[in-house]
C-alpha cells in the first residue's frame, strides 16, 4: 500500500469510529460538542452515511485509486470552511471546529503522502506507440 493509500485507509478507520458512535450512542457523542440531545433519527442517518463514506475510503486506498486520493484532500479541506462558518452564523459550537481539524489535518497528512509517492517513484520509460 502507497503512503497515501496508508493515510486515507487511516482516515477511513477513523470513519468507521465516528460512525459507531453515531449510530450507537449519538447522544453522548453530540454532547461532548455541546449540541442538545436528540431522539430524532436524523443523527443515525449521519451516522449511516459516514460509514458508508468510510466504505468508500478503506476501498479506495484498497484499490490504490490515487484520483480519490487527491480529490478527498480537497474535500476533507473543505470541512474547517463550512464548520467556519456554521460556527460564525451561530449555528453551531465552536467546539465543532475540531472534528473539522481532524480532516484539514488527514488532508494535509494525505498531501504531503501523495508527493512523496510521486517524488519516489520509480521513472517509467515512455514506451513508443505503433
Same mark, same amino acid.
Given at each position: 500500500?502507497? +503512503? @497515501?493509500?496508508? /493515510?486515507? %485507509? ?5 470513519? #468507521?469510529?465516528? =460512525? ?25 442517518v449521519v451516522g449511516m452515511l459516514v460509514l ?9 486506498? +484498497? @484499490?490504490?485509486? /490515487?484520483? %480519490? ?5 480537497? #474535500?476533507?479541506? =473543505? ?32 498531501a504531503l503522502a501523495l508527493r512523496q ?14
Amino acid at each position: 500500500m502507497s +503512503r @497515501a493509500a496508508k /493515510t486515507v %485507509f487511516a482516515f477511513g478507520v477513523y470513519l #468507521v469510529g465516528l =460512525s459507531g458512535l453515531l449510530l450507537a450512542i449519538p447522544n453522548w457523542l453530540i454532547g461532548l460538542f455541546g449540541i442538545a440531545p436528540t431522539s430524532e433519527v436524523w443523527i443515525r442517518v449521519v451516522g449511516m452515511l459516514v460509514l458508508f463514506l468510510a466504505v468508500y475510503y478503506i476501498q479506495a486506498a +484498497r @484499490a490504490e485509486l /490515487t484520483g %480519490f486520493m487527491r480529490w478527498s484532500v480537497y #474535500v476533507r479541506a =473543505s470541512v474547517i470552511g463550512f464548520f467556519g462558518m456554521f460556527v460564525l452564523l451561530d449555528l453551531a459550537p465552536a467546539a465543532l471546529l475540531l472534528f473539522a481539524v481532524i480532516d484539514l489535518a488527514s488532508a494535509a497528512w494525505t498531501a504531503l503522502a501523495l508527493r512523496q509517492d510521486v517524488l519516489q517513484s520509480p521513472a517509467r520509460p515512455i514506451q513508443p506507440t505503433l
